[in-house]
């Protein structure tokens, strides 16, 4: 199925810094989903962005709904250790009932 | 707080058997999902509902996977028989409505299964 382009496909950084990732499709979307997964959970929502150009924030983590509406970025400021997961993100388009998945930011953040 | 149950979150069981994955989406929410994770494949949509009834299990081998609502509370996957190539995590994920700023998909823990 179709899946949304996800840089970097995985990072490894130090404790402390900040971290950028990004999602872009061929396709508009209504809204962008950021989600984080543990190992043996399930994906849990992070942020959930429904304007173009919209900037929200849940704690260190921001995320961005592109202006042209096929993009979107996730930053986390000030990493820690519990900061390492799969980052995915996810495309909705109004009216329909799929959503489009990244392939996911693996994350691993050294003490 | 509301969230998405599963159970179970661990099964395994040898081929030929079945297997049934139950999911209590979130109360009020009248989407439900079903999907696969494995490494190769990401996630694939296997079945969706809308106030219970199924509106697209396309995603679904038709001929071993079955999927239902019987009521708002309780949606059922169901493989029979199993085979290895089954052996994935199931998701189960609610939405309170396709519209607006209530698309919000929220997932449940999963279930880890392994076919032998």
């Known amino acids: 199925g179709q899946q949304l382009n996800q840089s970097p496909q995985s990072m490894f950084i130090q404790e402390g810094e900040d971290v950028s990732m990004n999602c872009t499709s061929s396709?508009?979307?209504?809204?962008w989903l950021w989600y984080k997964q543990d190992p043996g959970e399930g994906p849990v929502l992070l942020i959930a962005?429904?304007?173009?150009?919209e900037l929200t924030s849940n704690g260190r983590l921001t995320a961005q709904f592109g202006i042209t509406r096929k993009d979107s970025f996730l930053n986390i400021s000030a990493s820690i250790p519990s900061d390492v997961g799969i980052y995915f993100c996810?495309?909705?388009?109004?009216?329909?009932?799929?959503?489009?998945f990244g392939t996911g930011t693996r994350l691993k953040v050294l003490a | 707080d509301a969230r998405v149950t599963q159970t179970p979150r661990h099964k395994v069981t040898e081929m030929g058997q079945e297997v049934t994955m139950r999911c209590q989406p979130i109360l009020g929410h009248n989407t439900v999902f079903w999907y696969r994770q494995t490494m190769m494949q990401g996630l694939e949509l296997l079945a969706y509902?809308?106030?219970?009834?199924?509106?697209?299990d396309s995603g679904m081998p038709k001929d071993r996977f079955s999927a239902e609502m019987p009521d708002a509370t309780l949606a059922t996957l169901k493989i029979q028989p199993s085979e290895p190539r089954d052996s994935a995590v199931y998701f189960c994920a609610s939405v309170l409505r396709l519209a607006g700023t209530y698309n919000e998909q929220f997932f449940g823990p999963g279930t880890r299964l392994t076919v032998l």
């Open positions: 396709s508009i979307f209504n809204t």
């Open positions: 962005l429904y304007k173009a150009g």
């Open positions: 996810a495309g909705h388009t109004s009216g329909t009932y799929k959503y489009i």
């Open positions: 509902f809308r106030n219970r009834a199924p509106l697209d």
